[in-house]
């Protein structure tokens, strides 16, 4: 069956500090895989997607950046952290075009 | 730009009554429109999804209901039930941007007993 796993569930770092989230995905190949970011009551902003090895598109300009090193694994990292970079991080996949998207459990970041 | 916004942020109704959630979308190229139940804590949960070229859906207890005349979305719940409390969230997927999903801001359900 296909899972997805991210980690860590919740993150507290010091502004300035880097960061790097992973998400994997297990049961599929190829993959469409997403970065979301949600602020508190507020839906979800799509930050990269990626539809292979290397491949990343980046939807917003931000403090940010997204590698996918293996077919299954995709980084969201940070050199230096903003206190804006405060949120909810949510990893998702889909299997292909008109295919659902299932997605992690979220990363809780706080930067203080 | 590209977008997809919810009509009411907040909504209570009585445990049994049926439930309506609105959604109002901008992009005329979407391919799928879906409606995702968030939890407190947790990561979006797939409801039910409607394909552009049709005007209605219907799953378990849920109904959705698209109008592209006015690009209105709607997202019936038969017999609301307590468990139904939480998020949620109408998106949309374009398959030509890597089947990417815009979200709406969300309406929060909430069911009374």
């Known amino acids: 069956s296909q899972t997805i796993h991210q980690w860590p569930a919740t993150l507290v770092q010091p502004v300035g500090s880097p960061l790097s989230l992973e998400c994997t995905v297990e049961g599929t190949s190829n993959p469409n895989l997403y970065w979301y970011r949600q602020a508190a009551g507020r839906g979800l902003q799509l930050l990269f997607y990626?539809?292979?090895?290397?491949?990343i598109s980046s939807e917003v300009p931000q403090n940010l950046s997204a590698s996918r090193p293996q077919d299954r694994q995709f980084i969201l990292s940070s050199k230096k952290l903003l206190l804006s970079d405060s949120g909810f991080y949510l990893c998702?996949?889909?299997?292909?075009?008109?295919?659902?998207?299932?997605f992690g459990q979220g990363t809780r970041l706080t930067v203080v | 730009g590209e977008s997809v916004g919810l009509h009411l942020p907040t909504l209570s109704v009585q445990e049994g009554d049926n439930s309506i959630i609105n959604c109002a979308y901008s992009n005329s190229a979407s391919d799928y429109f879906i409606w995702y139940k968030q939890e407190s804590g947790k990561g979006p949960q797939f409801i039910i999804d409607i394909r552009s070229n049709m005007d209605k859906r219907q799953g378990q207890r849920v109904t959705v209901l698209l109008n592209k005349t006015v690009k209105h979305l709607s997202l019936q719940i038969a017999a609301t039930q307590p468990g139904d409390s939480a998020v949620y969230f109408c998106a949309e997927r374009v398959d030509n941007q890597g089947g990417k999903l815009i979200f709406g801001q969300g309406t929060e359900l909430s069911v009374k007993p």
């Open positions: 990626s539809v292979g090895i290397g491949q």
């Open positions: 998702a996949y889909t299997t292909g075009p008109g295919a659902e998207a299932f």
